[in-house]
């Protein structure tokens, strides 16, 4: 037949125009992430730091020697668990809260599916750089959260106190009314930290108000005394990420929300109505019907999860920077400091990048054996 | 068919709770997901005293100095024209050679395809971010350190592995008829792609420009580390200025981070149907 005959020909054709099309992309791709890759593990076995990589100072292989240091550095280990925080909020977190939104919304409990969907959505478009600048201030002492909890507490703080300096006109000021409010404020407040002698110091500020009505002393008195919040937990090792575990909570449980409302909308409505039909309660459509469909979906996303939060470092980065003295460090954070902070060791920040692949794909292969025991058998 | 509840008024009276407690729940978590934005916007229009003194309130006299000042010291106007460069280019270049390299993997036969589909199938599992320093490192040893070419390339290389399988499994659900019908007829390749494939190719086109034009406008770890020139840097930068040494004029970071969310949010808010299409037919990692 012709086709026979005229088979090289097109063969040679469709190889040039194969190698052409695909050319540019591939190569692209080993720029980007097929040399690096490589790069990346010939300098964590090495010497190399810095200067001219070829015809500059000489430099050899010498080992694993960087990964052994990585093992053997505290900082190492807290960023590890900061990632590890960073894991578990995403991945029992985010995804149960987007599915449970998803469902919420899919089985038409709630109303207006796209106006949930579109606000819950929101934080995700914007700059990792704006949310994390945004919540700092939030969290901070000066910022708007601070503000509400001192104003809490100082109307507290008033309520204590009013009942003690009477109705109205000038307040008496004597020993008596000076003990009391000490006793009425505690330990925490006025005595402890302020003065020496709290008693005589506290009759010398009220004296020298001269003759005030209640009012007039009570605002002294709490401007002066009420609680004011203090962010000393940020200074905690591990409670100073819970900000940063909030924040991301925040930020990109909308996605997942979005990922798996996805899914269920494929799934054939007719089979969920013939269910309820035939007497199943809600329960049941969804560990029968919904979640074995998803359960894809729901790998995949855990999948996404793990591997973002292991490499995560914007976020942090604007947020606290790692600080403060390192206890919000995560991974992403450590390998920069090495190759950018100080004096650079490039192989030490290689063997970071390595060890933060290894986990994410070592904790990729954790979760496809768990869906290997535990379901995904559809399909 | 009129959905029943199941029996009884006790169960009436169980989803009739069931449903409140949903509406609770997601008004919760929507006015807490919107609000702290709602409040950026609107303290941005208060002097950084007015601030001060009242951090919840509406603005009493509302300005605009800080969004001068934030547009100066934040070098603006240098930062935008990059951000839609770098997202212009990059989306286009990722959907150009997605489609591309796609059509050869999915209708011209190879023993190649295997080896090198897979190649990129896997980089969907890696994020480029932990390969920073080895990036640096490369765009120093290739003299294209603080060039727009390193921020272009490594943008384009980063959104390939996704774009590459995204237009490949697309192209494969086009009918391989069409091809070799056009082939029988003596059309080339070439001619192929471009008059059969590429205007078939829109949605899946749609679906990447969504997921890359979000994640290169707000890009920031990679950008920082491969140019250090202000007149190269895009957006992100000019917000994280305001994090340091100027992050307690409040009056000035807000207006700078509402500068700097404003175009994402126009954007959500003209396209939210198909960002949020996108990004669910991108959820295919794994």
Redesign the interface.
């Known amino acids: 037949m012709t086709k026979s005959i005229a088979a090289p020909r097109?063969d040679r054709?469709?190889?040039r125009?194969?190698w052409?099309?695909?050319l540019?992309?591939?190569l692209?791709?080993v720029?980007?992430?097929?040399?690096?890759?490589v790069?990346?593990i010939v300098?964590s076995l090495s010497d190399f730091n810095g200067g001219k990589?070829?015809g500059g100072a000489p430099w050899s292989i010498t080992g694993f020697q960087q990964y052994s240091k990585i093992l053997a550095d505290p900082y190492f280990w807290s960023a590890l668990k900061n990632n590890f925080y960073i894991v578990l909020v995403s991945v029992f977190g985010q995804l149960p809260l987007g599915f449970v939104?998803a469902y919420?919304i899919y089985r038409r409990?709630?109303k207006w599916p796209d106006f949930?969907?579109?606000?819950?959505?929101?934080?995700?478009?914007?700059?990792?750089?704006?949310v994390?600048?945004?919540?700092?201030?939030?969290f901070s002492p000066?910022?708007?959260l601070a503000?509400?909890i001192n104003g809490l507490s100082r109307r507290d703080f008033l309520a204590h106190l009013a009942p003690l300096l009477g109705g109205s006109g000038p307040v008496a000021v004597g020993d008596d009314l000076v003990s009391r409010i000490l006793a009425a404020v505690g330990p925490t407040g006025v005595a402890a930290a302020h003065f020496a002698s709290p008693a005589a110091d506290l009759k010398d500020i009220l004296i020298s108000l001269g003759s005030v009505g209640p009012k007039e002393m009570l605002e002294t008195l709490a401007n002066l005394f009420a609680p004011k919040w203090t962010a000393d937990f940020l200074s905690i090792p591990d409670l100073a990420m819970l900000p940063i575990l909030f924040v991301i909570l925040?930020m990109y449980?909308?996605?997942y929300l979005?990922?798996f409302?996805?899914?269920m909308q494929k799934i054939d409505t007719q089979l969920i109505?013939a269910a309820?039909i035939d007497?199943a309660?809600e329960g049941q459509v969804m560990r029968y019907i919904i979640l074995p469909a998803l359960s894809g979906?729901i790998?995949?996303?855990a999948?996404?999860a793990i591997?973002?939060s292991?490499?995560?470092?914007?976020l942090v980065?604007?947020m606290t920077g790692g600080g403060p003295s390192r206890i919000t460090h995560i991974l992403?954070i450590y390998?920069?400091d090495s190759?950018?902070r100080g004096a650079p060791q490039?192989p030490l920040?290689?063997a970071i990048?390595l060890v933060?692949?290894l986990i994410?794909?070592a904790l990729?292969g954790v979760t496809?054996i768990v869906e290997k025991r535990f379901g995904g058998k559809e399909e | 068919m009129q959905d029943k509840a199941p029996g009884s008024g006790l169960g009436r009276i169980a989803a009739a709770i069931a449903k409140a407690l949903a509406y609770i729940v997601m008004t919760t978590f929507s006015i807490m997901t919107v609000y702290p934005i709602f409040w950026l916007i609107m303290n941005s229009f208060k002097s950084t005293r007015e601030f001060q003194m009242d951090q919840l309130g509406f603005p009493q006299a509302p300005t605009l100095e800080n969004y001068v000042g934030a547009w100066r010291l934040g070098e603006f106007a240098k930062l935008i024209p990059n951000s839609f460069i770098y997202t212009i280019v990059s989306t286009a270049g990722i959907i150009f050679l997605s489609v591309l390299a796609g059509f050869a993997f999915a209708k011209i036969k190879s023993k190649w395809t295997g080896p090198i589909y897979a190649s990129f199938v896997v980089g969907i599992l890696l994020t480029v971010q932990s390969l920073m320093i080895p990036l640096f490192l490369e765009v120093n040893l290739l003299g294209i350190y603080d060039t727009r070419t390193a921020v272009l390339l490594v943008y384009i290389g980063a959104g390939l592995p996704m774009g590459i399988y995204l237009a490949t499994e697309f192209i494969k659900s086009i009918p391989t008829a069409l091809v070799e019908s056009a082939r029988i007829d003596g059309a080339g390749y070439f001619r192929i792609f471009r008059s059969i494939i590429l205007p078939m190719t829109v949605p899946v086109a749609t679906t990447l420009a969504i997921l890359n034009i979000t994640t290169t406008w707000n890009e920031f770890a990679l950008i920082n580390i491969l140019v250090s020139k202000t007149d190269l840097k895009s957006l992100p930068l000019g917000m994280f200025r305001f994090s340091g040494s100027l992050s307690s004029d409040y009056g000035k970071q807000f207006a700078a981070l509402t500068i700097g969310m404003a175009p994402m949010l126009i954007f959500y808010v003209a396209f939210r149907r198909q960002i949020t299409k996108g990004v669910a037919a991108g959820a295919v990692k794994g």
């Not at chain 1, 949930?116 to 704006?130: A, D, E, F, H, M």
């Open positions: 097109v054709e469709a190889g125009a194969y052409l099309m695909v540019p992309a591939f692209a791709y720029l980007v992430m097929g040399f690096p890759i790069l990346s300098l990589m070829f939104f919420v409990i709630v949930w969907q579109g606000i819950l959505y929101v934080p995700n478009i914007i700059s990792v750089i704006v994390g600048i945004l919540w700092q201030t939030i000066y910022g708007p503000d509400i925040w449980t909308g996605m979005i990922l409302l996805a899914n109505e309820r007497g309660h979906t790998v995949n996303s999948i996404l591997s973002g292991l490499s995560s470092f914007a980065w604007a992403a390998m920069y190759a950018f490039y920040a290689n990048a933060m692949v994410s794909f990729i496809k």
